[in-house]
């Protein structure tokens, strides 16, 4: 359950170090003297988390693909009998359904705008950390650990409480305004103004993540560096382009993956938004797979969709682990 | 130069206490709302102080039906996945922490990998197979869904307390007669603790916020954990808000609680995870 839920639920990738100047890694102790004398003991600690991985992701991964080549439906879940196998029907059927591919543009367009959001807000923020005074830095990473530890179903609550038509604050907050009547605005009747409520959530719940993560990268740009670019008559603009930006890019690109992937498989934000019961327009890939797998009932249709969403997120997985590789996470 | 750059630092500040504004908001009125007497949330005109305080929100969320069982439905799921995920995580990460064997490289990129999967991917296939093993509304599903959730990021993070601990205190240890699993838990696992209590944190705030698998796994309302449980105040008939604020508090308190706690240990874990090849 990790990516869409929360940002909380999801580990946060750490906050990679870029090795400074080309310090010569040290080795890891590979071999121990005198070679592996026991070579069984790895093998029987790693053992008990093999097991547990595979039986929670590798054999429903192996049963998702199975039972997108079936059609299994409720009477075979209750029977316990075998769903008759239907081939690649499940797979033309669903790209052949115009609904999918709506269902699949939305779910990019509000990714792309997601990440946009929560990538430019959050390196501004991070950059703005960094020329403010001690205490409002201080104030402000408070509230950014505050918005971080909040569990991501009470967010939405208040989220929903906040743009509540009738006792929202945001409406009687705007209608204040002269000119405006927000009162009794129901923000959810337009799926582009529901959205933007969502994405507010799912923005405001990430940005502390990002900051956080970027401030940190931004405090080992060397402050030399940066002085040296300002009197060879660098603009601000420019020291941060060719002095900042690439000591900070490999934490920014993984960082932006991780918001790609998170961003991509919202689920709880708008499940939770709309009452356990968000109308068709509302779904994402993710929704678009539960509610016809529980609510239509057709189990197939459901991992068949959930299968195309994890074969259109491999590649961003890929590059994400490359980059993992790349900073020396995984040696 | 200088007044100029005090200028600008003014300018800043008050830019960053408009960001602070932003991000603390929602916290404030969470609280706000939990302690608003009900004629003022259900007031057309939001006000942003309340005029009293009272807890009858909190009496109304503690009086919702279930409110026992669901804390002691949570604390049983997330307290048995996360020493099961810490156990079971402990001895693989010291196995790739301190072995070097076959296969070790492809175990770590299984953990990561297995990090980006969507949930909603894994939920039909897991709830099809907790079914036809008669394991649907038991809470041992949920338990193992919870505990293989966080296991992969709760290994990878004790694996960077391993192997920051220097070889030669094991390897002294085994001169001096220990065996190989008892210079462990003398010398490393000591050395570790920190590392284990911000993993264990870690996970146990991944545990008791998620909601989709024990929303769909758990189905009697007796058995409903605190996520699932909380979503009672939201009706066909409309949303019982003051009440459904004061529960949300009383549901983070322990998570903010942890988080404080552990902040700075959890830092630290993160970065040595991430920085020790």
Redesign the interface.
């Known amino acids: 359950m990790t990516a869409a839920d929360t940002k909380a639920a999801d580990p946060p990738a750490a906050p990679p170090q870029k090795p400074r100047t080309a310090a010569p890694v040290p080795p890891r102790g590979t071999a121990r003297p005198g070679g592996t004398p026991r070579p069984k003991l790895p093998y029987l600690l790693i053992a008990p988390a093999i097991v547990a991985i595979g039986a929670v992701f590798g054999y429903p991964l192996v049963k998702t693909v199975i039972m997108s080549f079936q059609d299994m439906r409720r009477a075979h879940l209750w029977g316990g009998t075998t769903p008759p196998w239907v081939g690649f029907e499940q797979f033309t059927n669903i790209l052949g359904d115009s609904e999918f591919w709506w269902v699949t543009f939305r779910t990019v367009l509000f990714m792309i705008a997601c990440v946009t959001a929560t990538m430019g807000l959050g390196l501004s923020v991070a950059l703005l950390m960094q020329r403010l005074s001690t205490w409002v830095r201080l104030l402000l990473t408070g509230a950014l650990v505050a918005a971080w530890a909040m569990p991501l179903l009470v967010a939405t609550s208040i989220f929903r409480w906040l743009s509540d038509s009738d006792y929202g604050v945001i409406n009687s907050t705007l209608s204040k305004i002269p000119g405006l009547d927000f009162q009794g605005h129901n923000w959810f009747l337009d799926p582009w103004q529901g959205f933007t409520v969502i994405g507010a959530v799912v923005v405001w719940g990430a940005i502390p993540f990002v900051v956080v993560t970027l401030y940190a990268a931004l405090t080992q740009v060397p402050r030399e560096l940066e002085e040296a670019a300002q009197l060879d008559g660098a603009g601000a603009f420019g020291v941060f382009r060719n002095v900042v930006f690439p000591v900070i890019k490999p934490v920014f690109q993984m960082v932006a993956t991780l918001s790609v992937i998170w961003d991509f498989n919202v689920f709880g934000q708008i499940f939770l938004m709309r009452g356990n019961k968000p109308e068709p327009e509302y779904e994402l890939l993710g929704l678009y797979s539960f509610s016809k797998a529980f609510d239509s009932a057709s189990f197939s249709q459901g991992t068949a969709i959930a299968l195309i969403t994890v074969l259109l997120l491999s590649g961003v997985a890929v590059y994400y682990l490359r980059q993992l590789m790349k900073t020396g996470e995984v040696e | 130069m200088r007044p100029d750059r005090k200028k600008?630092?003014l300018v800043?500040?008050v830019?960053?206490?408009g960001?602070?504004v932003?991000?603390?908001f929602?916290?404030y009125?969470?609280l706000v709302?939990a302690f608003r007497p009900n004629h003022e949330?259900?007031?057309?005109?939001?006000t942003?102080w309340p005029s009293s305080v009272t807890l009858d929100n909190f009496a109304r969320a503690v009086d919702a039906p279930n409110f026992w069982t669901a804390i002691q439905s949570s604390l049983i799921i997330c307290g048995a996945s996360v020493a099961g995920a810490m156990l079971?995580?402990t001895?693989?990460a010291?196995?790739?922490g301190r072995?070097?064997?076959y296969?070790?490289?492809p175990?770590?990129?299984?953990?990561?990998?297995?990090?980006?999967?969507?949930?909603?991917?894994?939920?039909?296939?897991?709830y099809?197979?907790l079914?036809?093993m008669g394991a649907l509304n038991e809470y041992w599903g949920v338990i193992?869904?919870?505990?293989?959730?966080?296991?992969?990021?709760t290994?990878?993070?004790i694996r960077?307390f391993v192997i920051n601990v220097p070889?030669e205190l094991e390897e002294a240890a085994m001169v001096d007669g220990c065996t190989?699993m008892g210079a462990f838990w003398r010398v490393i696992f000591p050395l570790v603790a920190p590392g284990l209590a911000a993993a264990s944190i870690?996970a146990l705030?991944?545990a008791?916020?998620?909601?989709?698998?024990a929303y769909?796994l758990l189905q009697d309302n007796d058995k409903y954990t605190l996520?699932v449980w909380?979503?009672n105040f939201?009706t066909d008939r409309g949303?019982d808000?003051g009440a459904?604020?004061a529960a949300?508090v009383l549901?983070?308190i322990p998570?903010?609680v942890f988080?404080?706690i552990v902040?700075k240990k959890m830092a630290a874990g993160?970065?040595s995870?991430?920085?020790k090849?």
């Open positions: 600008h630092r800043y500040n830019l960053g206490l960001v602070f932003v991000m603390a929602p916290v009125w969470l709302s949330i259900r007031s057309y005109d939001q942003l079971i995580g001895i693989a010291f196995a790739i072995f070097d064997f296969g070790r490289k175990f770590m990129t299984v953990l990561i990998l297995v990090q980006l999967l969507p949930p909603t991917a894994m939920l039909i296939p897991i099809v197979q079914n036809g193992v869904v919870y505990l293989v959730s966080v296991l992969p990021f290994t990878w993070m960077g070889r190989r870690f705030i991944t008791w916020n998620e909601y989709l698998f769909i996520n909380l979503m939201t949303t808000y459904l604020m949300s549901i983070a998570v903010v988080f404080m902040q993160l970065t995870g991430a920085v090849g």
